[in-house]
């Protein structure tokens, strides 16, 4: 996908979303739908990469992460793993990657949870505001490397309970007019999937 796509109608698509919103129950129900939906219009260039990061951040909260990460592996030739494999989300030319949906910029912070180390995997973050997305992409050991810098602390229990686990699931929070973004966006935004 490219910035200058061309904005068109987004006719049903959106009436459905919209029609939608206030209805959990409902929303729930089509989220496959929608997802399918929106990363299908995004890959054929019928909706602007913008329109397609607004959409995703207003609707029902399991839709934006699964889309976004959706529309960057299936764009970019990459293909779903299944969850039991425990090797991440997508794999590409036998490289695995685990993708990360980093905040939504309320706080102006990035905020990325669930990092799993014990996995065989690289790390694709995107930052996404309303505009679009900054992606960051890092190996397994530059990911494990910036849990020590950062750092990063066990994203779910306290030290008592999660003391001496191996599989102990971190956090990283950082804002996005710090020193650490500006590191990120030197070193890791605009790398492409292997």
């Known amino acids: 996908m490219t910035s200058g796509m061309r904005q068109v109608d987004l006719g049903d698509a959106i009436q459905f979303i919209l029609a939608n919103l206030n209805d959990t129950r409902k929303v729930v129900r089509h989220t496959y739908r929608i997802r399918k939906r929106l990363v299908g219009l995004a890959m054929a260039e019928k909706i602007s990469?913008?329109?397609?990061y607004r959409i995703t951040k207003?609707?029902?909260?399991?839709?934006?992460?699964l889309a976004m990460a959706e529309l960057l592996h299936r764009g970019n030739g990459g293909r779903r793993v299944k969850a039991a494999d425990n090797q991440g989300d997508f794999k590409k030319n036998g490289t695995f990657?685990?993708?990360?949906?980093?905040?939504?910029?309320?706080?102006?912070?990035?905020?990325?949870?669930?990092?799993?180390?014990?996995?065989?995997?690289?790390?694709?973050?995107?930052s996404i505001s309303d505009?679009?997305?900054v992606t960051f992409m890092l190996d397994h050991e530059e990911m494990r490397h910036k849990t020590v810098i950062v750092p990063a602390t066990a994203?779910?229990?306290?030290r008592l309970v999660t003391g001496g686990s191996q599989h102990v699931e971190l956090r990283m929070t950082f804002g996005r007019?710090?020193?650490v973004w500006d590191r990120w966006v030197d070193?890791?935004?605009?790398?492409m999937l292997k």
């Open 187 to 191: 070193q890791y935004a605009n790398r």
């Open 131 to 133: 505009n679009g997305a």
């Open 177 to 179: 007019d710090s020193e």
């Open 97 to 126: 990657y685990e993708y990360k949906g980093a905040g939504f910029n309320e706080d102006n912070v990035v905020n990325i949870v669930q990092i799993r180390l014990w996995r065989n995997c690289d790390y694709t973050i995107q």
């Open 49 to 52: 990469e913008r329109d397609f």
């Open 155 to 158: 994203a779910h229990g306290t």
């Open 58 to 65: 207003c609707a029902y909260s399991a839709i934006p992460k």
